[in-house]
């Protein structure tokens, strides 16, 4: 079979992607990764015999039309990387940013096209994942969902950063604990920086602010810490970094807002938790391959 990937992230550098890139590594060969805004009826006719849509914000007339279109006359799958059926992407930060109590995606807060979307999921989607059971029962509240097409898929990793992990797990730690900057503005808000300083400080643990230029830089250097401390003030699904820091040897100190947290899988051993994390691509397409 071969896939279409619709997402706004298909061309970025950041989580989104990075997970994305571990979701088709199983299948790469057919699948084509398409730009939300790039998404037009000329791909559509390209012959794919499924459609895949992850984060699809970025949109256009072009492509709205085109996405309503795969959506009413093909088979399809939704990832929900975070709260996409909102623009502010999630209560609290519509609450914050939007001055207003989120009724997204089909009440009075709710944008248009997303509710045409969301309709459209809801009603025609073969299968939908999330990246955590707590943002999967937000969501089935929010959708008012109540079928069995709802699939934890859980945050993904190449097969060549697994290994990494694996490899740096050893590396001497020093200290102290490691602290993710942002990337400033409601970025580093939500993300809960100064949370997790305070939190720091109130602890009298010893920290640092720190932030590289890319991905592997930033795992290498995280290695070298004892812990992470991440205290987002959103719902964040399934933070890859706190994955990573476990998965890196550091003890890791969060809250509730890291969504997985509650989940068995996350509070099992950590070659248990490793082995669950390994396994998620392969459930991906398991799952996919399933459908009927």
């Known amino acids: 079979m071969k896939f279409a990937f619709i997402d706004d992230s298909a061309i970025s550098i950041g989580g989104t992607q990075l997970t994305l890139n571990a979701i088709i590594e199983p299948n790469k060969e057919n699948v084509d990764i398409i730009p939300t805004d790039e998404f037009c009826l000329n791909h559509v006719f390209k012959g ?8 699809i914000l970025n949109l256009n007339l072009n492509s709205l039309d085109s996405i309503l279109y795969v959506m009413d006359n093909y088979p399809f799958a939704k990832i929900e990387f975070d709260y996409g059926y ?6 609290i930060p519509h609450e914050i940013l939007g001055d207003s109590k989120c009724s997204c ?7 248009f096209e997303l509710k045409q979307i969301y309709s459209a999921i809801k009603n025609k989607s073969k299968i939908i994942f999330y990246m955590s059971q707590a943002q999967m029962d937000i969501h089935k509240e929010k959708l008012n969902l109540d079928d069995d097409r709802q699939k934890v898929l859980s945050s993904c990793f190449t097969k060549d950063c697994m290994l990494k992990f694996k490899e740096l797990k050893s590396t001497p730690k020093n200290e102290e604990y490691a602290i993710i900057d942002g990337q400033g503005g409601w ?10 300083i305070n939190f720091a400080e109130s602890n ?16 290498n250097l995280l290695s070298k810490y004892k812990g992470l401390i991440s205290m987002p003030i959103i719902h964040d699904t399934c933070p890859r970094i706190t994955l990573e820091a476990r998965y890196l040897g550091l003890e890791v100190l969060t809250n509730e807002f890291s969504q997985h947290v509650t989940e068995d899988w996350w509070k099992s051993t950590d070659e248990e938790a490793f082995n669950f994390t390994e396994s998620r691509p392969n459930y991906f397409w398991k799952e996919i391959s399933c459908l009927k």
Not at 204 to 219: A, Q, V
């Open 86 to 91: 909102c623009p502010y992407r999630g209560s």
């Open 187 to 196: 970025h580093s808000r939500a993300k809960g920086i100064q949370q997790s």
């Open 105 to 111: 995606p089909f009440g009075a807060t709710g944008k």
């Open 204 to 219: 009298n643990l010893k920290y640092k602010l720190i932030k590289t230029d890319n991905h592997e830089e930033m795992i």
């Open 48 to 55: 794919y015999d499924f459609f895949i849509f992850g984060n």
